[in-house]
């Protein structure tokens, strides 16, 4: 806040010596009055946020202002203070943990007005010229209200946690048609469809630009996609898309502020099966449980309303409780993290301490821990089948995220285990819990739809151990049967301890007699 009224500040912009005085760009000042504004245009832009705009107004106390961007649209400034020919000020931060805001300058130079500061990941210096109040209004932001929240009513899809693969691990925004075509058809000649995979979902970085009627076409990296899509369902598979509630997408893409329903319509006319919406940059708009949750909603209602049946994936990373609200805006899944990276300690984080925490799971919602980066190369195989392992005890979405077209045989046979698979698709829709944890050390029960139950033991730790599974960790007096998932034999009721490598897991298949459900002890 600025106190006392300050001296007028005004610096003539450079001209060339032959322009005529009366076409120079007239002057930028700071505002010295109580009530007029200086407003700044940007024609170059740093292009995250892409900062288009700054008005800044003085007031009797005071200041007040904002800036307009690509990305976020209206971004207040707060705690505004003149230094000089500058004035600083506070910009809300996202998605940089600690680090709630950012300060930013503007300051009045021969060129012009010189705008640095940083958002996220990215750093801005752009240098603007003074504008009149027209041409502000023309790059200025105008916002879409939200519609009130209401409930969708379930639609029978999603009855075991949806099957695929996702373009983001390995491509990221490096995606286009011919890829798209190749991956669908190795999920056919691997027998990955076979095995249950069934979703080819093309992740940020399709999308282009919107025409004149509003409606957003694909980048010229996909020249199609409806016929990307009737080529992905020819072959027995189904097709996804991602968009974004926001005005961007994280890779900067277009999002569907503004033509939520134009396009929910737009991916159903395509064929479109799947629609992961991701909050992200729409993070600045929608910022708290209300508006999280009325913005999701908003993209349920306009898929139902398509009349198509689209699996909907919420990614909001798990905020205000999502699994509680998820089902009645219209989800399918909802991720419950931030991104997995191919790594133990972050896929061991987001499976054994992040995801247990949220409930709700079952059929028609199902909590996603993320993506399996099963066959990328960073974990070792007794840890990729960690990965797979609890994932499938999780009832988690099994979304594959290597190249499929070189997966090499550890990977793929990992990945198509049919009786790994039976664990993570069985008809009970139970999420599997930590039944005894002692140190690095735990042992997981998932109840099956046949009345058994499927028992994991994960060691967490870097150096083999030996572990015991118990009938009580299962909820039985005694155990009528026993199988090793991963190795596929049947063991004896006696055949309980196990060595397990570090990092590495022994799952089991169980029969017994029934006392109570098995609860969770710590120790």
Known sequence: MVHGFPIALAVTMMALPTTPAAARPAAPTLPTAAGKTLRVAFDQRAPRPGVRLLELTRTRTGWDGQLTSNWYGTMPMRNIVREGRSVSFDIRN?????????????????????????????????????????????????PVPLPPLGTLAPDGQAATPPMGWSSWNKFAERIDDTTIRAIADAMVSTGLRDAGYRYVNIDDGWQGARGADGELRPNAKFPDMKALADYVHARGLKLGLYSSPGLKTCAGYTGSYGHVAQDARTFARWGVDYLKYDL????????????????????????????????????????????????????????????????????????????????????????????????????????????????????????????????????????????????????????????????????????????????????????????????????????????????????????????????????????????????????
């Open 94 to 142: 996202i998605n940089t943990p600690g680090v709630p805001v950012r300060r930013w300058t503007a300051t009045i130079t021969p060129r012009g007005v010189l705008l640095t500061g940083g958002i996220w990941d990215q750093v801005v210096r752009q240098t603007g010229r003074a504008v009149d109040a027209a041409r502000a209004a023309a790059l200025a932001h105008h």
């Open 280 to 523: 992200c940059a729409g993070e600045w708009q929608y910022d708290s449980a209300d508006t999280v949750q009325r913005s999701y909603f908003e993209m349920g209602a306009a898929l139902k309303a398509t009349g198509r049946a689209i699996v909907y994936s919420l990614c909001e990373y798990g905020r205000f409780d999502v699994a509680s609200w998820g089902r009645s805006v219209g989800g399918h899944l909802w991720r419950t993290t931030g991104d997995i990276t191919d790594d133990y300690a972050k896929m061991s984080e987001i499976g054994f301490e992040r995801n247990p925490r949220f409930g709700h799971a079952g059929p028609g919602g199902w909590n996603d821990p993320d993506m399996l980066e099963i066959g990328n190369g960073g974990m070792t195989e007794d840890e990729y089948r960690t990965h797979m392992t609890l994932w499938a005890m999780s009832a988690a979405p099994l979304m594959m995220g290597q190249d499929v077209r070189q997966t090499g045989p550890a990977a793929l046979a990992l990945l198509s285990n049919r009786a790994v698979i039976a664990i993570d698709q069985d008809a009970a829709g139970a999420q599997g819990k930590a039944v005894r944890v002692a140190g690095k050390q735990e042992v997981w029960a998932k109840r099956l739809a046949d009345g058994g139950v499927a028992l994991a033991l994960f060691n967490r730790g870097d150096a083999p151990v030996t572990m015991t599974a118990t009938p009580q960790d299962a909820g039985f007096t005694a155990f009528a049967g026993l199988r090793d998932v991963w190795r596929g034999v049947d063991l004896a009721a006696a055949d309980t301890t196990f060595t397990v490598p570090a990092h590495g897991t022994v799952l089991l298949r169980v029969q017994g007699k029934r006392t109570v459900a098995p609860e969770p002890t710590a120790g």
